[in-house]
């Protein structure tokens, strides 16, 4: 078998690369809280929610960093991961130690451009937290590991309600919590199809793929009905319900379900390895997405 080399890269291009900027499409839960509310467009609202965008953006590529050091052993033994910047030697350890710092330190004093940045600095030094044990113990204790990925996600959108001090929702938390548990399941089901219980990864052992399935299904089924719930819920997105919105927030629901229902086909096909790409690749999650958030911008704004 042919072996290919990876792409020579410069120092910058490097570090550039294994700071993953292509994942920081995830931060855009962070808009989700304040949209939700109907505030986004406020001034001050969006200034603060850009602020911790930011903020995740660079202490998520920090976690990105240490954890490409500690796993570069194993990184140069998988199909694609061999090609990241420090498995290729392309990117120095000191480089990318001195990088983290940096980002780490960048990322923590953003907060304090936020009025009262207490709540905002809850959220991200929990992220933080949780992202150091994830890279140092948690990533090989089955189960908990599916929480502890997840909780990157649910910790960017509570972000968002914590830079505007915005409260949220029971039902907006349920969504949230589940949906990133059902990526995060369906990133290891795509994982353990493709790959198998190898040494890249070496908690798929822990896992079969009836197993992931049948998580798959109770995660999708909780976050269908409990933004079915949040949808219906006039208190819940602070709606009355004589509002002119009401109706096409209801009519969010579809859309929602329909995706749900093409990332669980697109993780049976194995495809469900990355799910950010299909955020930023895929036509028909994109289309939906775009149907969503113009029912959304009716219903809450317009």
Same mark, same amino acid.
């Given at each position: 078998?042919?072996?290919?080399?990876?792409?020579?890269?410069?120092?910058?291009?490097?570090?550039?690369?294994?700071?993953?900027?292509?994942?920081?499409?995830? !931060?855009?839960?962070?808009?989700?809280?304040?949209?939700?509310?109907?505030?986004?467009?406020?001034? !001050?609202?969006?200034?603060?929610?850009?602020?911790?965008?930011?903020?995740?953006?660079?202490?998520?590529?920090?976690?990105?960093?240490? !954890?490409?050091?500690?796993?570069?052993?194993?990184?140069?033994?998988?199909?694609?991961?061999?090609?990241?910047?420090?498995?290729?030697?392309?990117?120095?350890?000191?480089?990318?130690?001195?990088?983290?710092?940096?980002?780490?330190?960048?990322?923590?004093?953003?907060?304090?451009?936020?009025?009262?940045?207490?709540?905002?600095?809850?959220?991200?030094?929990?992220?933080?937290?949780?992202?150091?044990?994830?890279?140092?113990?948690?990533?090989?204790?089955?189960?908990?590991?599916?929480?502890?990925?997840?909780?990157?996600?649910?910790?960017?959108?509570?972000?968002?309600?914590?830079?505007?001090?915005?409260?949220?929702?029971?039902?907006?938390?349920?969504?949230?919590?589940?949906?990133?548990?059902?990526?995060?399941?369906?990133?290891?089901?795509?994982?353990?199809?493709?790959?198998?219980?190898?040494?890249?990864?070496?908690?798929?052992?822990?896992?079969?793929?009836?197993?992931?399935?049948?998580?798959?299904?109770?995660?999708?089924?909780?976050?269908?009905?409990?933004?079915?719930?949040?949808?219906?819920?006039?208190?819940?997105?602070?709606?009355?319900? !004589?509002?002119?919105?009401?109706?096409?927030?209801?009519?969010?629901?579809?859309?929602?379900?329909?995706?749900?229902?093409?990332?669980?086909?697109?993780?049976?096909?194995?495809?469900?390895?990355?799910?950010?790409?299909?955020?930023?690749?895929?036509?028909?999650?994109?289309?939906?997405?775009?149907?969503?958030?113009?029912?959304?911008?009716?219903?809450?704004?317009?």
């Amino acid at each position: 078998m042919t072996i290919e080399a990876p792409i020579e890269r410069g120092t910058l291009r490097a570090l550039a690369s294994a700071m993953r900027p292509w994942q920081w499409v995830k !931060n855009g839960l962070i808009i989700v809280a304040p949209a939700a509310a109907g505030t986004l467009l406020h001034a !001050n609202v969006a200034r603060h929610t850009a602020i911790a965008f930011v903020a995740f953006c660079f202490v998520a590529s920090a976690g990105y960093l240490l !954890n490409d050091l500690r796993d570069v052993a194993a990184d140069r033994e998988h199909p694609t991961k061999r090609f990241r910047a420090v498995a290729s030697g392309q990117l120095g350890a000191s480089s990318a130690r001195t990088a983290a710092a940096v980002l780490v330190v960048g990322g923590f004093l953003l907060p304090l451009a936020v009025p009262r940045p207490q709540d905002l600095y809850v959220v991200l030094g929990l992220y933080a937290a949780i992202t150091l044990a994830y890279i140092f113990w948690l990533k090989t204790v089955a189960i908990i590991e599916l929480g502890a990925v997840a909780s990157g996600y649910f910790l960017r959108a509570i972000a968002g309600a914590a830079a505007s001090h915005i409260s949220v929702s029971t039902w907006f938390l349920v969504v949230v919590s589940f949906g990133a548990l059902f990526l995060v399941v369906g990133k290891r089901d795509g994982e353990l199809k493709q790959i198998g219980a190898g040494t890249t990864r070496k908690v798929l052992a822990e896992y079969t793929s009836n197993f992931l399935d049948s998580a798959l299904t109770m995660t999708a089924s909780v976050v269908v009905t409990g933004y079915c719930l949040w949808a219906f819920d006039a208190s819940s997105t602070g709606l009355s319900k !004589n509002h002119d919105g009401v109706l096409p927030v209801r009519l969010s629901v579809i859309p929602v379900v329909f995706a749900m229902l093409f990332i669980l086909r697109s993780v049976e096909a194995g495809n469900g390895a990355a799910p950010e790409d299909l955020v930023l690749h895929d036509r028909t999650v994109q289309v939906l997405i775009v149907v969503w958030a113009i029912l959304m911008l009716f219903g809450v704004y317009l």
